[in-house]
């Protein structure tokens, strides 16, 4: 397959500019999905009769095909960025409250009964002991619904709404390799930096994870 760096050249601005609407339409969902999850999932580990009902919405959710979920909700969002970034939100749920229920879960029992004898109450416990315990767990349901939203993101080109979904699409229209290949690197390469820094953001806030590391 030949490349057309000529074209490539000359279509930087316009990737760069379909490349940060991408990121914005496939990272805004993660950030309301994880504001959604660490409550609802807090709800779950203390009420465990809620974790399974809520576990088979979001997975059954996740199974409706994005394209039907854009068609469904298009009717009442109309052709913008909400009609893409609604059924995100719902798919990230799927992989986010499993990790905040395990990340909480993780927590040992003797850790929860020196904070409470500590004088910890409930609402301080669970947010200077439990969620930073919890953080890896969490963040790596972050790492996988964040790669997850990414790819995703194209098919709302189809709507119109798709950032670098739009070279992919319009490449094979054009029957023009270069501009699929493109959009679709660009995509991947968002994908590992993003995860990329997921990973340090997870260092940064679990340094006795680095010092323990050191010490072994």
């Not at 469904?72 to 913008?80: C, E, K, L």
């Not at 927590?107 to 409470?116: F, S």
């Not at 002991?129 to 996988?144: F, Q, S, W």
């Not at 029957?175 to 699929?180: K, L, R, V």
């Amino acid at each position: 397959m030949e490349i057309d760096w000529g074209w490539i050249g000359e279509h930087v601005p316009d990737l760069t500019d379909r490349g940060v609407i991408h990121l914005r339409l496939s990272l805004l969902p993660v950030v309301f999905g994880l504001v959604i999850s660490l409550p609802l999932g807090v709800l779950c580990r203390r009420f465990g009769w809620l974790y399974p009902p809520t576990l088979t919405i979001a997975n059954v959710l996740y199974a409706i095909p994005s394209l039907a979920l854009y068609m469904v909700f298009i009717q009442y969002t109309g052709v913008n960025a909400s009609t893409v970034m609604i059924p995100l939100t719902l798919y990230s749920l799927s992989v986010l409250v499993p990790n905040v229920v395990d990340g909480l879960g993780s927590v040992p029992d003797p850790v929860r009964q020196a904070a409470t004898a500590m004088g910890f109450g409930t609402l301080r416990r669970l947010v200077q002991v439990e969620l930073p315990i919890a953080v890896p767990v969490v963040i790596a349901g972050v790492r996988v619904a964040s790669v997850s939203s990414i790819s995703l993101v194209s098919v709302g080109q189809l709507i119109g709404q798709g950032g670098l979904g739009y070279d992919i699409i319009r490449g094979f229209q054009l029957d023009f390799p270069t501009q699929i290949l493109a959009g679709s690197l660009l995509i991947i390469v968002l994908a590992l930096v993003v995860d990329a820094i997921l990973v340090l953001v997870q260092r940064l806030l679990t340094p006795w994870a680095r010092a323990r590391g050191r010490t072994a």
